[in-house]
Nanobody
Framework: QVQLVESGGGLVQPGGSLRLSCAQS????????MGWYRQAPGKQRELVAV???????KYRDSVKGRFTISRDNAKNTVYLQMNNLKPEDTAVYYC??????????????WGQGTQVTVSS
């Protein structure tokens, strides 16, 4: 069974930085994509950044130039480096993995979420 465990959230002042980590455990066949989503109170969950199997990345417009997604394949870990944080970045951040569980089947997994609060 695949598990995703996020860490690195916390309270930071505007303009500060945080790095989120998502450690992936369990057996899987392949990785299609891994991403970070966030959900603020009263709002829908939204995609923040995604890294595709070929290494390409995509970001939502509001975080471009401030956030960087990366992965360490040896550690089965995905990171989200967040710089110049703004109060509107406050949300619960979730790690997502789109995995092949064998040569035919594909499945989506979610972590438990980590709170990021940007406030002075």
């Amino acid at each position: 069974q695949v598990q995703l465990v996020e860490s690195g959230g916390g309270l930071v002042q505007p303009g500060g930085s945080l790095r989120l980590s998502c450690a992936q455990s369990g057996r899987f066949f392949s990785i299609y994509a891994m991403g970070w989503y966030r959900q603020a109170p009263g709002k829908q969950r939204e995609l923040v950044a995604v890294i595709i199997s070929d290494g390409s990345t995509k970001y939502r417009d509001s975080v471009k130039g401030r956030f960087t997604i990366s992965r360490d394949n040896a550690k089965n870990t995905v990171y989200l480096q967040m710089n110049n944080l703004k109060p509107e970045d406050t949300a619960v951040y979730y790690c997502n993995a789109d995995l092949g569980i064998d040569s035919m089947r594909r499945k989506n997994y979610w972590g438990q979420g980590t709170q990021v609060t940007v406030s002075s």
